[in-house]
């Protein structure tokens, strides 16, 4: 049986931080790994029971379990009942370190990660950290860690404001250990690795392909907030649709009330303007899907049920994180457009 004494010194060993953008359950898989790579626990010895590492660090016990059953998965640790968890193996050195580099926090987002840590499993150590679009912090964060050992850095390359700005930093990075997600970024030299969308064909071809249902429709109108971090190659391939179509046509950074006309099929990037349109709607005597239309950017689960369906265009957050992986697992360095769909609902 182990002592107190072994007990509080792999609790104090373990680091778990509320300051990190990792899960906490990773965070406390990639601790172990670390104490045992760095020899301060070894084969046989008894890790904290889930109750003695819930309390020590203010976890729910469903954490501590999801963390012990992901060591376990990965044949770490093993359970002996009545005992508690035990380490079963020294050899966890993973196959690649990676730098993980996402612009903000969504429920988009969370997909592409889960994506591609589900993918890559337990082949890969990686240190996820968030800018919120704010190029300085982005700008830190690269050149805090380029000298760290990473074998690559995964990027997702969206601005508010400094965009401009963005290659001069990326091309400090190795051209081999580069992969771009989600956004093309003009003046990147060298040959490296991208996953990425094609803003103004896919909006361009997901209206093409609602033209049928687009039909009872008179006016188009994009509401694409100024200053967003949002491709403006989305803008040029709407406009271009709606000049080849013959749509009357608007770009709107808001959406007001008296933008809402009969015979207006609305266009919306943002969620928070979708909302807003919503409440809107339910102040006129428009229906959704039959004299006013709504088509939103970005699928969620939300949407399936929001007006009995909202029509959208999207994507494949899941499929993007999973290229990425496999072109880690591959060594891989060509660029590939992402999938795009459209998603027919009521809305329109």
């Known amino acids: 049986m182990k002592t107190y ?3 509080a010194s792999i609790l104090s060993a373990i680091k778990i931080s509320e300051h990190s953008d990792v899960p906490k359950y990773l965070q406390l898989v990639y601790s172990v790994k670390d104490l045992i790579l760095r020899g301060k626990i070894h084969i046989g010895d008894q890790l904290p029971s889930v109750n003695e590492a819930s309390f020590e660090y203010y976890l729910a016990r469903d954490t501590i379990v999801k963390a012990y059953n992901l060591l376990k ?24 370190r990676i730098f993980l580099l996402f612009n903000k926090l969504s429920a988009h987002k969370k997909i592409i990660y889960d994506a591609f840590v589900m993918r890559l499993g ?25 000298a760290d050992d990473y074998h690559y850095f995964v990027i ?23 992969i771009l997600l989600d956004n093309k970024i003009e003046g990147i030299c060298g040959k490296y690795a991208s996953v990425y969308q094609n803003f103004q064909k896919d909006i361009y071809q997901s209206l093409t392909e609602a033209g049928d249902i ?66 809107y709607l339910r102040q006129t005597e428009f229906k959704a899907g039959e004299n006013l239309g709504i088509i939103s950017y970005n699928e969620t689960p939300l949407k399936e049920v929001l ?12 499929r993007l994180g999973e290229t990425a992986a496999d072109m880690i697992l591959n060594n891989r360095s060509d660029h590939i457009e992402n999938p795009f769909r459209l998603i027919r609902r009521k809305s329109l």
């Open 5 to 7: 004494s072994e007990t």
């Open 73 to 96: 998965e990965q044949g770490i640790i093993k359970a002996v009942p009545g005992k508690g968890y035990f380490i079963a193996r020294n050899d966890v050195r993973n196959r690649f």
């Open 122 to 146: 337990e082949q890969a150590s990686i240190d996820f950290y968030v800018y919120h679009n704010d190029f300085k912090v982005f700008r830190y964060l690269i050149e805090e860690h380029l």
């Open 156 to 178: 997702i390359p969206h601005f508010e404001q400094d965009k401009e700005k963005a290659h001069e930093i990326i091309n400090r990075i190795p051209p081999e250990k580069r």
């Open 214 to 279: 687009l039909g009872k429709y008179t006016t188009l109108k994009l509401v694409f907030p100024h200053g967003s971090y949002h491709s403006e190659d989305i803008v040029r391939g709407f406009r271009q649709f709606c000049i080849h179509q013959g749509y009357r046509h608007q770009v709107l950074g808001e959406v007001r009330l008296t933008d809402l006309e009969e015979g207006t099929a609305f266009v919306v990037i943002k969620d928070e303007d979708l909302v807003q349109l919503i409440k």
């Open 307 to 318: 007006l009995d369906g909202i029509t959208v265009m999207s994507t494949d957050f899941a």
